[in-house]
Every structure is written in C-alpha cells, then in structure tokens.
C-alpha cells in the first residue's frame, strides 16, 4: 500500500507548500478514476462451489477497496458466459426495500449444477477512506498519478501552488496516459459475448 508521502516529496517542487492531505485527496481520487475507466486492478475471487442450489456467496475485499465491476467468470476453470456487472450500491431510499450487503456475490444458476466450482474476476478501486493506493496500482502509474495530482491541483484556484498553463499541460498528460492504459486494459478483454446476468447485493 502507497500512501500519499510516497509521492509527497516528488511533488514538492512543482507545488511548493501544498499540504500533504490534498496530495492524499488527489492521489485517492485519481487512483478511482485510473482504476474505473482503465481496470488495472483485477482480482479474482476465492472459488465457490454450488451446493444444494445456493448461488451467493461472501466475497472478502482487501482493505480500503470497493468494487467497480464483475467482468469475467469461470466453471471449473473454463471461461463462462456472463454479462459483465457494474457494481453501483443503490442510496438506501432507491433500494426498493431490498437489504444491501456489501461483499455479496448473487448470481444466476443457468446451465450450473451442484459441484460447479464457480469463479468471477472482479475490478478493485480504492474506496473514498482508503488509507492509500495499492502497490499493483501505483506502482506502474507512479507517474500518471503524479501527473493526475499535479492537473488536479494546479488548477485549484486561489492556491500559492495555483499553475493554469502547467496544470493545464499535466490535465493533458493526465488524459492521454489514462487512455493509454484503457487502450491497453480492452485489448485484452477477449471473453467473447457474454450472457449470464451476475449481479452484486
């Protein structure tokens, strides 16, 4: 796990006197958003084995970490048919009366029987109270988030650190790269068509 002094020093330069916890926003902010559009943080899940037509299951998440979408799925380690998921919880007044339960996988049974081992592949973002990024994320795009960090806060107006034209220049970095990494992330999302609803509660 990074935290926002891993980069914090490295940004001084071209922030002098930013305060540590609008890096720490940044980089938490930035990191959501490389993480939904791009997809670099793929986990696949524990298997699960359906027994006795049960087809939920608790789905342990690392720490500081939602859920963005469920993309892939597999049968006894062969790819599955599924549509992929996107996981936004519902405010609790649109919920229609159902109980959410962060962590819980529910999906459908078609063409499944008992002794099926199933398993999804799951995109991770930090979550708004992360402590920091996870090193699988940051490592790779120290450098994109820094630039995401600067554009962010370059163009915060009012700021000692405040910088249009640089802040301006880093939003552009900050964009290419970004699309970069989801050129990147879709070409290798060769599942084929996907047909099976599985659906997150």
């Known amino acids: 796990m990074r935290t926002a002094d891993t980069i914090y020093q490295d940004l001084l330069p071209d ?3 930013v305060p540590e916890p609008m890096v720490e926003r940044a980089l938490i902010r930035c990191a959501q958003e490389l993480c939904r559009r791009a997809r670099v943080w793929p986990v696949w899940t524990d298997p699960v084995t359906i027994k006795n037509g049960v087809t939920e ?9 939602q859920v963005i979408v469920i993309e892939r799925a597999t049968r006894n380690g062969a790819p599955m048919a599924m549509t ?9 007044q649109q919920a229609h009366g159902a109980r959410i339960v962060p962590g819980r996988i529910s999906f459908q049974t078609n063409g499944l029987v008992d002794g099926d081992e199933v398993c999804f592949r799951a995109v991770l973002a930090p979550a708004d109270n992360a402590p920091g ?4 994320v940051f490592d790779p795009y120290s450098d994109l988030l820094a630039a995401g960090i600067k ?3 370059m163009l915060t107006p009012g700021q000692p650190f ?4 640089l802040g301006a220049a880093n939003a552009q970095a900050w964009s290419a790269g970004v699309s970069a990494a989801c050129l990147r992330a879709w070409r290798g999302h060769t599942d084929g068509t996907r047909r099976s609803r599985v659906m997150w509660c």
């Open 151 to 153: 554009s962010r806060l």
């Open 84 to 92: 992929p998921w996107t996981f936004i919880q519902a405010p609790p």
């Open 57 to 65: 299951y608790d789905m342990e998440l690392p720490s500081g970490a």
């Open 162 to 165: 405040t910088n249009l034209e």
């Open 133 to 136: 990024v996870p090193d699988e």
């Open 15 to 17: 922030l002098p006197g």
